[in-house]
């Protein structure tokens, strides 16, 4: 398949387009520049009905109905957030129940952050991410809810958030300052 490619000069492409005997015929080239008109239109309102309908640019109704196509309800999430729980249950829906398409799920879901995975044997396995601000409440019940859903059958599977600055042991003296991690 062709990309499309968008066409912002319907009318002058047409008058360029006439037969020469034609070109000099005011009245020829109103008709010509009134139906090309009409046609860029079209054009116009198609592309920009296309563009904003993509997952990347839609908003409000436009993603919801992404969501229901994917099986994603809403459920009172904003739409950038909405937005990440679609591309990640398209993700999931695609699934062969291996570990790195689990591990992609929960980098898209859990948002900016550095993703480690760990195996607990002997069938399980976590997953932890480091992130610079901590998720709501709301945010880690859903992710928790997601990820359990699609995880293999008989495999455990632990969730774990935490802090760029955690709370850790220092190479000196004392303690550092910082937060503790928490399972989702």
Known sequence: MSDLVYIPDFRDMASSLLLSQYRESPRVQALIKALAGATQEIEDISFDLLVSTTITAASGWA??????????D???????D????????????????????MISVFEIVAGPGEVRHFELY?????LTIKRDSPLTGALRSRIRTLMQSIKPAGV??????GSRQAYQYDLGPGLDDGEFSRIL
């Open 63 to 72: 993603l919801d109905q992404w969501g229901a196509v994917v099986g994603e």
């Open 74 to 80: 809403r459920g009172g999430l904003d739409d950038e």
């Open 82 to 101: 909405y937005r990440r729980f679609i591309e990640a249950r398209i993700l999931a829906n695609l699934s062969d129940d291996s570990t790195d398409r």
């Open 122 to 126: 002997p069938a399980g396995y976590a």
């Open 156 to 161: 455990g599977l632990t969730l774990i958030e």
